[in-house]
């Protein structure tokens, strides 16, 4: 879920020809799969199936006369084929995922998204917290709800930071490290040549992964709700500057893709990573001795951390409403249709009680290492949030910005390389608008 928040969700590699035909009866739309008589409704995605296979099923048990026929679509072809087919009056589709960001606000000004607010009072009582689902308004009405949620959190190698002399940060999710103690003890590590690699990112050059670090500098979430785009202002630039000089230093590497970051933790050659709660069972995997703690913040600043993932959303054009809202229901509201629908995917559900179990089930692949997961990510989802803006230009805004993370990290100076990116990410808005 570029890496997004899923970010650790697989896009889906079938082929459209599968899932293209398209079943359902107007008399039974009416009724939602209340009736006698089976319908079909369309859920489009850029997963593989298998990884809504479960809950699908469950829904299908639950509601015998509605069927669910899955529509994967590759990730690199998602939002083209969804505008296409929502632009030509639908295209069958009855549900479909969204990403976090500008997709809500651009598919709702596009005509493509049902209000789904008569689902909030629900979704608010059943969500690990309220933030999650307003966070998936545009203009005071619904239009999306998340099955799935992430945090960030701050793992760390025992025994490296042993070696090294360093103190490990508590696990008090109210009293998380500043992002200058993990420099020092990331310095620390390096000067008494205890780890390879002193400090990862799980994702280099990601605005969904480095937002928490401008928005806890200060500095926004680097463009505005009218599209203004701003990294020049003292916030971002102490964060990028910050950034850059972890690798000017040594302190973090050029040159490792994302892809290595958690196996390089796992094999103990890193001493701190910050990751998301995918981060436990990668480290769990590995034969090291390891914590976890919050994630950071700059001193002074607030404290603020990275979220969200795809959310479903119904299609203003389904001829089969009512059933495809009770999808929706099951999928994200429903406490055993959430568990289903986060568990081949392997990230946390956002439903409180499907929530409870799922950190029962970390806590037990790690034991006292893991023993705080639940407490840190519950107080991070409920105090430091930080969701990505639903704005129009998202869909650019954000690679602009991870080109810009890249080049800094490989040595451009924060301050003139933030303004050439501002200038750039606000051209291109332009011309969409």
Not at 175 to 182: A, M, N, R, S, V
Not at 195 to 203: I, N, R, S, T, V
Request: aromatic share 10%; charged share 20%; with cysteine.
């Amino acid at each position: 879920m570029s890496t997004r928040t899923n970010r650790v969700i697989a896009a889906g590699a079938l082929t459209l020809a599968a899932a293209l035909a398209i079943t359902g009866c107007s008399s039974a739309g009416a009724d939602g799969g209340g009736g006698t008589e089976k319908i079909t409704i369309t859920f489009a995605n850029a997963d593989p199936s298998a990884t809504w296979d479960k809950v699908i099923k469950g829904f299908e048990k639950a509601n015998p006369n509605i069927m669910v026929k899955q529509l994967n679509i590759p990730y690199a072809q998602y939002t083209s084929t969804i505008n296409q087919r929502m632009g030509q009056g639908g295209g069958g589709i009855d549900a479909f995922v969204v990403d976090a960001g500008g997709a809500i606000v651009d598919w709702q000004k596009r005509g493509y998204l049902a209000d789904i607010s008569d689902l909030r009072s629900d979704a608010e009582a059943a969500a690990v917290s309220k933030d999650m689902v307003q966070a998936r308004e545009v203009d005071g009405k619904l239009y999306a709800l998340e099955p799935w949620t992430t945090s960030q959190f701050l793992y760390y190698n025992k025994s490296i930071l042993d070696k090294a002399g360093v103190t490990a940060p508590g696990d008090d999710p109210s009293k998380p490290w500043t992002y200058e103690e993990l420099t020092a003890a990331a310095q620390k590590v390096k000067d008494a040549g205890a780890a390879e690699y002193p400090f990862l990112f799980d994702q280099w050059d990601s605005y969904y992964q480095f937002q928490m670090v401008a928005a806890s500098a200060g500095g926004g979430d680097g463009i505005s709700a009218e599209g203004k785009v701003d990294f020049t202002n003292a916030g971002w630039q102490k964060a990028l500057t910050w950034y850059h000089d972890l690798f000017t230093s040594g302190i973090s590497p050029r040159g490792i893709t994302n892809d290595k970051n958690g196996a390089l933790f796992q094999t103990g050659k890193a001493a701190f990573m910050i990751s998301g709660p995918w981060g436990a069972g990668v480290a769990a995997q590995g034969k090291i001795d390891f914590g976890i703690a919050a994630a950071p913040y700059f001193d002074g600043g607030k404290k603020a951390t990275s979220t969200d993932s795809w959310g479903i959303a119904l299609s203003a054009k389904s001829k089969q409403a009512d059933a495809a809202k009770k999808f929706l229901r099951y999928a994200v509201i429903d406490p055993k249709g959430n568990a289903l629908s986060a568990e081949v995917a392997g990230i946390t559900p956002t439903n409180k009680e499907a929530f409870a179990d799922y950190v029962k089930t970390i806590d037990a692949s790690s034991g006292a290492a893991t023993a705080k997961f639940g407490d840190i990510m519950e107080y991070e989802l409920q105090n430091s949030a930080v969701h990505r803006p639903n704005v129009v230009g998202y869909s650019v805004f954000e690679p602009g910005t991870n080109q810009m993370l890249s080049d800094i990290r490989n040595g451009s100076d924060p301050s003139s390389r933030a303004k050439q990116a501002g200038d750039d990410i606000s051209a291109q808005i332009s011309r969409l608008k």
